[in-house]
């Protein structure tokens, strides 16, 4: 169980400074670390810290009247991680606005394996999602969440897609990013060669697509590709690889990205029986 709770009553001390601001610090950056938000975030926090991944809990912020509740979750962590609570003004104080959810978590990432480690060290059967220039936190999030319901054993992104370890992409996921392995480097012509090299089956997913999602063939390996929001995979990309599409009313342009990725990881997961 995590240590007895220590009281905050001054938002400046700095035993809490990697909470502070967590907003404007969301911009900056926090060189390796994370803030995970809400219980449902925290229980996932604690799997990840114990699965020795890469992932550790450094401390534990908790607004007073939530410390009771929380007992169950608090007793996942290690016992000498530090917790604190305070009451609303100082927690607000603290985090830069009124976080009426009361529990965040400061976490490190550390050194996780790149993007060909983490490919070579894919199972035989396996199914992996990519993405392409992503630049919206809550549609990254989301796309997490759909990976881990449909069985995604590797999410990789190009370099120029958006930080997953921000906090909005981490409580939307609902803590997947924090379990699902994942890597975000390189261009997404370098993502499909080591995909391709890797043997596995590269599908584009577009609305002009060639081929019904419905009738994408069973393969040991499968991996999915979904471009940014709005625009897609580009013309170039589409040219170069396999491509299918979702069966949808005319009159609409396309699907959200993850509602997309959602619908074709799920018909994929079915016809590979994964599911």
């Known amino acids: 169980m995590a240590m007895p709770p220590v009281r905050i009553d001054d938002p400046a001390d700095p035993r809490i400074a990697g909470f502070v601001s967590i907003k404007e610090r969301d911009l900056t950056g926090r060189q390796g670390r994370f803030i995970a938000e809400g219980t449902v975030v925290l229980r996932m926090l604690a ?77 035989a059967e396996s199914l992996a999602l990519a993405a392409c220039g992503l630049s919206n936190h809550d549609n990254m999030g989301a796309l997490f969440r759909n990976a881990a319901a449909f069985g995604v054993d590797a999410l990789l992104m190009d370099g120029s897609s958006c930080d997953p370890m921000y906090r909005k992409a981490i409580r939307v996921s609902v803590g997947s990013v924090l379990t699902l392995p994942f890597a975000r480097e390189g261009t ?31 393969t040991p390996r499968t991996a999915l590709l979904v471009g940014t929001e709005g625009e897609g995979l580009p013309d170039k990309i589409l040219a170069a690889i396999r491509t299918a599409r979702i069966r949808q009313r005319p009159g609409l342009d396309s699907l959200n990205v993850a509602t997309a990725a959602a619908i074709a990881l799920h018909q994929v997961a079915r016809t590979n029986g994964r599911i």
Request: proline share 6%; aromatic share 6%.
């Open 47 to 123: 799997a990840a810290h114990r699965a020795g991944r890469g992932i550790a809990a450094e401390a534990i912020l908790l607004l007073e009247n939530r410390l009771a509740g929380l007992a169950d979750v608090l007793a996942e962590f290690p016992a000498d991680l530090p917790v604190f609570v305070a009451d609303g003004r100082v927690f607000d104080a603290i985090a830069g606005f009124n976080m009426h959810r009361g529990v965040l978590a400061l976490g490190r990432r550390d050194q996780m394996p790149g993007r060909d480690a983490l490919l070579a060290a894919l199972a």
């Open 188 to 218: 997404i012509a370098e993502l499909i060669e080591r995909l391709q090299a890797a043997g596995f089956a590269l599908w584009g997913l577009s609305p002009r697509g060639e081929t019904d999602i419905a009738d994408i063939p069973p």
